[in-house]
């Protein structure tokens, strides 16, 4: 497995989520992102566009960290990774998505919120996990027992994140990156400044 985008994921800690609904907006939206010292994103599978900006995106700025997220099949993996994600996020554990991303050498990144699904997930060799939607499951605390039980994994939590509890996120040695859609809200100048307040939170809290 591709270790070196995990790990600059882990430096750069924070993870936005980015839906795209129309092509043109996924320019300006990168453009933000790398001002505000974040060159990475998670581009959500859910639109018609997905693909297309995906593909774009990572032709326009080749050193920038694009990943595909909330896929959930085998299709799916397979057209985020030739339209060129470096890494694939799902809201659940896919068997099928895991196979095609070894095949492929691209990180996974599961979602899981019970020890089963930990498991599951460990038992293939994923120790880098989605934790999500973290808000509705427990959040700082339920990811606090779970790394106590599991010591082998590490954390990703999205949702119920944002600028106000960043800082006790980031604290927590289970968490590997946080990832959410707080940083990509307002205009392009709202995300920069989002982006820089989080990196700044990040670097005071590492």
């Given at each position: 497995?591709?270790?070196?985008?995990?790990?600059?994921?882990?430096?750069?800690?924070?993870?936005?989520?980015?839906?795209?609904?129309?092509?043109?907006?996924?320019?300006?939206?990168?453009?933000?992102?790398?001002?505000?010292?974040?060159?990475?994103?998670?581009?959500?599978?859910?639109?018609?566009?997905?693909?297309?900006?995906?593909?774009?995106?990572?032709?326009?700025?080749?050193?920038?960290?694009?990943?595909?997220?909330?896929?959930?099949?085998?299709?799916?993996?397979?057209?985020?990774?030739?339209?060129?994600?470096?890494?694939?996020?799902?809201?659940?554990?896919?068997?099928?998505?895991?196979?095609?991303?070894?095949?492929?050498?691209?990180?996974?990144?599961?979602?899981?919120?019970?020890?089963?699904?930990?498991?599951?997930?460990?038992?293939?060799?994923?120790?880098?996990?989605?934790?999500?939607?973290?808000?509705?499951?427990?959040?700082?605390?339920?990811?606090?027992?779970?790394?106590?039980?599991?010591?082998?994994?590490?954390?990703?939590?999205?949702?119920?994140?944002?600028?106000?509890?960043?800082?006790?996120?980031?604290?927590?040695?289970?968490?590997?990156?946080?990832?959410?859609?707080?940083?990509?809200?307002?205009?392009?100048?709202?995300?920069?400044?989002n982006c820089l307040a989080a990196r700044k939170i990040v670097k005071e809290n590492m």
């Open positions: 497995m591709n270790n070196r985008i995990l790990d600059e994921i882990k430096r750069i800690k924070v993870v936005p989520v980015v839906v795209i609904n129309k092509l043109e907006e996924a320019k300006p939206l990168m453009a933000a992102l790398i001002e505000g010292d974040v060159p990475v994103a998670e581009v959500t599978f859910r639109t018609a566009v997905a693909k297309d900006a995906i593909s774009l995106l990572t032709k326009e700025y080749p050193k920038a960290l694009i990943g595909a997220g909330t896929v959930i099949n085998k299709k799916q993996a397979y057209e985020a990774i030739e339209a060129g994600a470096k890494f694939i996020v799902s809201p659940g554990l896919s068997k099928e998505v895991f196979e095609v991303c070894e095949e492929k050498d691209v990180p996974y990144v599961p979602g899981v919120v019970t020890p089963t699904e930990i498991m599951e997930a460990l038992s293939l060799g994923l120790t880098n996990l989605k934790f999500f939607p973290a808000g509705v499951f427990g959040g700082l605390k339920a990811i606090k027992a779970m790394g106590a039980a599991f010591p082998a994994a590490s954390f990703m939590p999205t949702g119920g994140v944002d600028l106000t509890n960043l800082s006790e996120f980031v604290k927590n040695p289970k968490i590997f990156a946080i990832g959410g859609s707080f940083l990509t809200k307002g205009t392009p100048e709202d995300i920069v400044s």
